[in-house]
């Protein structure tokens, strides 16, 4: 039996997360200035209608995959690195965690340099005074208080998908639909590029919605979420490159408009932008941490990966993005893979597999991940992420059709030896 992992410092002890709560964290998560670069690059690429089309079909393909997740967590009321354990070695499902407390580190300190390009741009200072405070108060937040995170988060979201919704209302009443020429509806590239960005955020899921009260609060949420949510927020990065174009989104939306109140909005937006998203990416990596080394606590485990989130920022992270993406896409989207298939393949439930069946799983994985990686050199228009989540399922389902007659014969070795 896989043991669930409690966290005594949370108020998510008991299945108690409705839709609010649980909207507000994954927006939170999602609405980031990430996901607004994301979009004011396809804009860039394929124009508004075609970037419309693209981005929705990549976001409905995102909510169908999280509703999978979301199915799992809930009946399993595990998180995703416990959910590992169940079909992958205990030694591999703990590396394969420690990486992931790494990475989710990583984006906290991204999210620390964006702050810290807000604050130079506001005051003309370039100080690690300020990415400093809103870390420690991040820490804190997680560490000790972590029961202000929900309403926090309830509260940051309303101001932040008000200002995105006011963004793109006002972008689209500028454009000159009649005028817009579309070359190509559907961008499959486009399309490819929104799923492999959100598709790392879809195989955390657990780590939220094994709290939820019930699956259909979790699909409507996940639906607020992806559908409409990250639809908006990636829509308004274009909206902002369109009107104020700039190297650097912070500087675009702190000049959008030439006044001192939007001025402050919009430091107000991106500060919460920043501290929503980071609040999640620590709690997360806390979970990982926690999982890797149980002696490490909740509490503890959070001030060590704010820690070494904040020694990323100090470095730098920019620089290594593209090449971090790449590897988190294609370790975490096998592991994703894995899990969903082999909770289809067992009817919907949870099945811990003995440790033979786990070490061909492992094989699975590496051997779809080099089938990717050979499919990508072929079709180059689609990610090898992608490729990995549909290679994987194929070599699940050969383990099972192979597995009676394998079984059959290590009985007869056996028996003769």
């Not at 149980?294 to 001030?303: A, L």
């Not at 096998?334 to 919907?348: N, R, S």
Request: aromatic letters at 14%.
């Amino acid at each position: 039996m896989l043991k669930r992992q409690t966290n005594p410092v949370t108020f998510f002890m008991i299945p108690n997360l409705g839709f609010f709560n649980l909207s507000a964290f994954k927006l939170g998560v999602m609405a980031s200035i990430s996901t607004m670069i994301i979009g004011q690059r396809i804009y860039q690429e394929i124009g508004l209608i075609s970037a419309l089309f693209s981005i929705f079909i990549g976001c409905c393909v995102l909510f169908c995959l999280s509703i999978l997740q979301a199915q799992i967590s809930i009946q399993s009321r595990l998180s995703f690195d416990q959910m590992k354990e169940a079909y992958l070695p205990i030694m591999g499902s703990k590396i394969i965690s420690l990486f992931i407390a790494v990475v989710v580190s990583f984006w906290f300190g991204l999210q620390l340099r964006i702050l810290g390009y807000l604050f130079a741009y506001a005051t003309g200072v370039d100080s690690i005074l300020f990415p400093l405070f809103c870390a420690m108060f991040i820490v804190f937040m997680v560490s000790h208080d972590v029961s202000i995170i929900g309403p926090f988060a309830q509260f940051s979201i309303m101001i932040i998908v008000l200002a995105m919704i006011w963004l793109v209302v006002s972008f689209l009443l500028k454009q000159n639909i009649g005028s817009i020429r579309v070359y190509q509806l559907i961008h499959i590239d486009s399309i490819m590029q929104i799923i492999s960005y959100g598709l790392i955020s879809v195989a955390l899921i657990p780590n939220y919605y094994r709290f939820a009260k019930d699956i259909n609060k979790s699909i409507w949420s996940l639906f607020v979420t992806y559908v409409i949510g990250c639809v908006v927020v990636a829509l308004s990065g274009a909206a902002v490159m369109s009107a104020n174009p700039s190297a650097n989104m912070v500087i675009s939306i702190m000049t959008l408009e030439d006044s001192t109140i939007w001025s402050v909005f919009a430091f107000i937006v991106i500060l919460l932008l920043g501290i929503t998203t980071n609040n999640g990416n620590l709690y997360s990596a806390s979970i990982s941490i926690n999982y890797f080394y149980p002696k490490i606590d909740m509490k503890f485990g959070s001030v060590c990966m704010g820690l070494l989130g904040f020694g990323f920022y100090l470095v730098d992270p920019f620089q290594y993005l593209v090449l971090l993406l790449q590897i988190v896409g294609i370790v975490m989207i096998g592991i994703f893979a894995i899990i969903g298939t082999e909770f289809l393949l067992d009817g919907m439930t949870i099945r811990p597999s003995n440790k033979w069946k786990k070490f061909l799983n492992l094989l699975s994985l590496c051997g779809a991940n080099l089938l990717a990686y050979w499919l990508y050199g072929q079709f180059e228009q689609i990610s090898q992420s992608l490729w990995i989540l549909f290679c994987v399922p194929i070599m699940q389902i050969a383990i099972r059709l192979l597995q009676t007659p394998i079984n059959s014969l290590w009985v007869r070795v056996s028996r003769r030896a």
